[in-house]
């Protein structure tokens, strides 16, 4: 069945060998190669680029986070701007109150959005489908008006000022490209991390819970501690970007944390692709780039672009541009030999993960 | 400015239940998408407020109020039933992530074209029924007229599904859509039209919350939590169930704020209620158990 779908990135047999390397071998010189292309960019570009690619990249962290959710899990979030804001409060109160040192807040930040993820989870495990939809887009809502209500602890609607960090002096790098760096680390300690979890045995628990939650449970699976454990997973990863941004940023206030922010996530893991390590890449850079740009037309825009890009999406590509493109790479990586050990349509079924699990019996 | 407690007591009951009927009418346009096709209409309170602009386009150009309401109720049908015919229809059997996904982007884009259109600056919406006090000011013109309207339209809503062929056969179509299309219902259609009617009834929650809430882009968000909230209270599936459910969260929503929270946590008391109900009882009050078949 297309249950392991989810999680077999790499579909191609080790056995099979391109240009005299194992599939796996070009994996990992690619990702190589793109850790030294990500290094080097910084030196390349100029500061507000560098600046915004930071962001894409902490973006990315919170998408991957929603992604291990929705799309690997199955379980719909609209709200997770809430556990971006969980962060960002935890780092921007710790270094402000505590004078903590902005490296050591991200671990906390995680925590206690662990915390909480695992807190919601808990009655999330009885809400299905649009509820849980529903549940969370009123989380996302209520989120902007609780952190003014705390407004001894969160400075309300005035918000948080942090100064940034200074580099240190003997690494001789400006501002810009130390935290870009910074949050270059944290986001391949987060993939990693991600990667590892999804591939394994929990990884695996995770799809059949999302595809078939009773035939899981039949086949020994904790389907509500797996599911619990996906909330909490999932909100840490999206606290921890809440943190980085809080520190790139050097700001927090309410009216960063509305509905608005949880939708972009939606956009950006649909656009990258919800069941995809990945994509969560290329939804940070969507999200990042596309408002910024849509901002120069109409200060409407943006919001109609999220739309028009979510409606587009889920009529014609609904696995998102990771889904889409990486099977067919896959596919044309392996087409001078694909007889021998691939049976006919399955990167068909690794293309879609979105449509497989109908609403009705 | 108010006496007794008890005067204090029934001005915020009274001004409970006039925005309870508009949460009410609201909840029932959702519970009516819901019987229809099983779907939860995020986008609801967004139509509303495209709707709402309409009207006040229209009554700013000089068209009197009750004429403008009617173009409005009219134009908003159509636009349910485009929605339904190109957006809905094909998301139909879709999994529940693409059907939500749709839904939202369905609310950004009438949010971003109504904000394009209209900006957004908060605009004056004023009442038809002016703001006078009745009852040694327990309640105002205004309320009353909610109230009216509202029960107006749950009296028409009623005698339309109970009374007319169309009626009967949209909820055939809704009860069993395959025996329905056997006996020669066009089911397509009368989905189109349920959507139609549901923006419609959205679309007096709109026009009636205007003068309360102002006009903008975002008005309807925490209206369409709060009337989430009412439907689910009474039971998702039970339009009855919406209307009582409605009503009983707006009062409580005035009540609290009155006595025991503070008014900025409104949207944060309509959370905590559509989490409660949905683990506790997630039938609401009036609603059928869902039994599924595995």
């Known amino acids: ?361 | 400015m108010t006496g007794a407690p008890v005067h204090q007591f029934l001005q915020q009951l009274f001004t409970g239940l006039a925005t309870g009927a508009i949460y009410a009418s609201l909840a029932l346009a959702l519970v009516m998408i819901y019987r229809a096709t099983e779907l939860v209409n995020f986008a609801q309170g967004e139509m509303a407020m495209f709707s709402t602009y309409i009207a006040w386009t229209l009554t700013n150009a000089g068209i009197p109020f009750w004429v403008a309401f009617a173009l409005t109720l009219a134009a908003s049908f159509l636009g349910g039933v485009a929605i339904e015919r190109l957006i809905i229809r094909p998301v139909q059997n879709a999994p529940v992530f693409t059907a939500v996904t749709v839904f939202i982007g369905l609310l950004l884009i009438l949010n971003s074209v109504a904000g394009w259109l209209y900006t957004y600056t908060v605009q004056d919406f004023p009442s038809p029924f002016g703001d006078r006090p009745l009852l040694h000011s327990l309640l105002t013109t205004s309320a009353l007229g909610i109230m009216g309207v509202t029960l107006a339209m749950l009296v028409l809503l009623y005698l339309f599904f109970r009374f007319t062929p169309i009626g009967l056969a949209m909820r055939a179509a809704a009860q069993n859509p395959v025996s329905a299309r056997l006996c020669g219902i066009r089911v397509g259609r009368m989905l189109a039209i349920g959507w139609g009617l549901a923006a419609a009834v959205g679309a007096t929650a709109g026009v009636m919350v205007a003068p309360i809430l102002f006009l903008d882009p975002n008005m309807m968000t925490g209206t369409l939590l709060y009337a989430f909230a009412g439907a689910l209270l009474g039971g998702i599936s039970s339009p009855l169930g919406a209307v009582i459910g409605g009503i009983a969260v707006g009062v409580m929503e005035n009540l609290v704020g009155t006595y025991l929270i503070a008014s900025q946590l409104k949207l944060t008391v309509a959370l905590a209620v559509i989490l409660l109900v949905l683990v506790l009882r997630p039938n609401g009050l009036f609603g059928a158990t869902l039994v599924k078949r595995v």
Not at chain 1, 19 to 26: I, R
Not at chain 1, 39 to 67: Q, W
Not at chain 1, 173 to 192: C, E, N, P, S, T
Not at chain 1, 337 to 346: C, D, I, M
């Open chain 1, 1 to 361: 069945m297309a249950g392991g779908v989810g999680i077999s990135t790499g579909p191609a047999p080790a056995s099979e060998r391109i240009a005299g390397l194992s599939a796996s071998s070009w994996r990992r010189a690619g990702l190589a190669a793109a850790i030294l292309v990500a290094i080097a960019l910084p030196f390349l570009i100029g500061k507000y680029h560098t600046f915004e690619l930071t962001l894409a990249m902490i973006y990315a962290v919170a998408l991957l986070g929603l992604n291990l959710l929705s799309g690997y899990n199955g379980q719909i979030s609209l709200g997770h701007g809430a556990f971006y804001a969980v962060g960002a409060y935890t780092a921007a109160i710790m270094m402000q109150r505590w004078g903590v040192p902005y490296w050591a807040t991200i671990p906390p930040a995680a925590l206690i959005s662990f915390a909480i993820g695992v807190l919601f989870g808990l009655p999330a495990l009885r809400l299905e489908g649009p509820y849980l939809a529903l549940v969370t887009l009123a989380m996302a809502l209520a989120t902007p008006q609780l952190l003014k209500y705390f407004d001894g602890w969160t400075g309300g609607q005035q918000g948080i000022n942090l100064t940034k960090p200074v580099p240190p002096h003997w690494l001789g790098l400006g501002r810009d490209q130390f935290l870009y760096l910074l949050v270059l680390i944290v986001l391949i300690a987060a993939f990693w991390v991600g990667a590892n979890l999804l591939r394994g045995r929990t990884g695996r628990a995770l799809v059949a819970i999302r595809e078939n939650p009773i035939s899981a449970s039949a086949m020994g699976i904790d389907t509500a501690r797996y599911k619990t454990l996906a909330f909490g997973a999932s909100a840490a990863f999206a606290g921890v970007a809440g943190a980085m941004s809080a520190i790139v940023v050097g700001f927090v206030a309410p009216e960063g944390f509305g509905l608005l922010l949880s939708l972009s996530f939606l956009v950006g893991s649909a656009v990258g692709g919800i069941a995809t390590v990945s994509g969560a890449l290329f939804g940070g850079l969507f999200v990042e780039y596309v408002p910024n740009i849509a901002n120069d037309i109409s200060d409407a825009a943006p919001g109609a672009i999220y739309g028009l890009a979510l409606l587009m999406l889920m009529f014609a590509m609904p696995v998102g541009v990771a889904g889409y493109i990486g099977p067919r790479l896959a596919r044309l990586a392996r087409r001078p030999r694909a007889s021998a050990s691939n049976p006919p349509g399955e990167s068909k079924q690794i293309g879609s993960i979105a449509i497989q699990e109908g609403r009705k019996p």
